[in-house]
């Protein structure tokens, strides 16, 4: 005996349709045997058959699932190993890109505050009818000088304070005392952003607690013994360094000792300017313009930028 696969009614022998549901049978049934097809007519007497489905169609769908789940599963490992690689390869890349941009922000920064130092300075002397600083002698007129004897010669960072939006630092200052003396102690502990390279990452304080600045003038237009008028520059504002930058051995704004010589380089040292980013170093001249100068710049030019009395050209530098 068969059962009809459709109602499980039990059917005789070689039956051709089961007598409970009236399914027809495309093959004959012998015993333990169940159909490959039925055919099973609607029950208003339609004559379109519906079909079962046929177990060989479910294996292959099956099959065709599991070949599509590993290809997925072969696609997600070959993309995580390739973002793997490729993440290290992207940032060795960008790396230096990003530290170009921020090498040439903190540049575009620094050359601000020196258009800002030497606006300070240029107002100086339209107030004094000279560079800073104040209490010393203007070079080859000393006779017409007319020095205070209570002012005590301070530095050219304290003496542009009052241009540069800082006159309320500059009037805590007694100029009846030396920078040093502990009554100026408050003020010259006063971070002045101006005078900081946003590409220096020590500290600006000095041991001592004073503020220090990452700018130096040229001794040989000003220092803490003489200074000049734009008319004893007769090399020409343009080609006479007032400012330059450093990058080690700095001092505190308010020394009247921080100068360096421009004819010794740009490359560093105790005595030299110097470029915080070791490629470029930064000079304000007695102009106000700002220049970038290589810190391979040729020591012929080097010289004639530091004078402002040697009558020889620069020509393009």
């Known amino acids: 005996m068969a059962k009809c696969p459709k109602c499980d009614t039990i059917v005789e022998k070689n039956a051709l349709a089961c007598p409970a549901c009236g399914a027809k049978f495309r093959q004959k049934l012998s015993s333990n045997d169940v159909p490959e097809e039925l055919e099973d007519f609607e029950e208003d ?16 769908a099956d099959k065709s699932k599991s070949n599509t789940s590993a290809i997925l599963i072969i696609l997600a490992c070959v993309g995580g190993i ?7 390869v992207l940032l060795a890349l960008l790396l230096p890109a990003v530290q170009q941009a921020r090498d040439a922000a903190r540049t575009a920064q620094a050359m601000n505050h020196m258009k800002q130092i030497g606006l300070g300075a240029h107002n ?26 209570n ?3 301070q530095a050219f960072f304290t003496d542009i304070l009052p241009f540069i939006d800082q006159a309320g630092v500059h009037a805590q200052i007694r100029y009846s005392q030396p920078w040093s003396d502990p009554t100026n102690k408050g003020p010259l502990a006063t971070v002045i952003p101006t005078y900081i390279h946003p590409a220096v990452s020590s500290s600006p304080l000095n041991g001592q607690g004073y503020a220090l600045t990452h700018y130096a003038t040229n001794g040989k237009v000003m220092n803490d013994s003489m200074t000049n008028r734009i008319r004893d520059i007769t090399d020409g504002t343009s080609n006479t360094v007032l400012v330059g930058s450093l990058n ?13 010589d421009p004819a010794l380089g ?8 110097g470029a915080p980013n070791k490629r470029f ?5 007695c102009d106000g313009a700002v220049r970038r100068v290589a810190v391979t710049l040729l020591p012929d030019i080097c010289d004639k930028l530091a004078d402002p009395r040697d009558g020889q050209p620069i020509g393009e530098f």
């Open 151 to 153: 002012v005590v010669p």
């Open 82 to 88: 390739s973002i793997c690689f490729c993440i290290p």
């Open 45 to 60: 007497g339609g004559d379109s058959p519906t079909r079962s489905k046929q177990p060989s169609r479910g294996r292959k």
């Open 248 to 260: 080690d051995g700095f001092k505190a704004w308010g020394d009247p000792t921080n100068h360096r």
């Open 266 to 273: 740009f490359s560093g040292g105790p005595d030299a300017f």
């Open 281 to 285: 170093a930064l000079i304000l001249m």
């Open 124 to 149: 100086f002397h339209d107030s004094y009818n000279q560079f800073p600083p104040r209490g010393v002698s203007r070079i080859g007129n000393l006779a017409a000088d007319n020095i205070d004897p």
